[in-house]
């Protein structure tokens, strides 16, 4: 929607000016506060994902190394 701007002049000094029309969309501020919480869904579910993988990492890391895994296991076909 455009916006009709009216200025009043006396002796070449602006003493009133008023704007017709509105740029308040309400479609637009909720569909910006969507886009804005789908983002940062998406940044939490990111870095609780790569926050996933290297404490899985890091528990394989450690599990690989313990002392139990370098035993031999006590099965024989």
């Not at 602006?14 to 740029?23: A, C, M, Q």
């Not at 993988?53 to 139990?68: M, N, Y």
Request: glycine letters at 6%; aromatic letters at 6%.
């Amino acid at each position: 929607m455009s916006r009709i701007i009216r200025e009043r002049y006396e002796n070449g000094i602006l003493v009133e000016r008023t704007v017709e029309g509105s740029n308040f969309k309400l479609w637009k501020w909720l569909q910006l506060g969507v886009h804005l919480v789908i983002a940062a869904s998406l940044a939490v579910l990111a870095a609780v994902a790569v926050h996933d993988s290297l404490t899985l990492g890091s528990a394989l890391l450690q599990e690989e190394t313990s002392p139990a895994s370098c035993e031999q296991s006590g099965f024989r076909s």
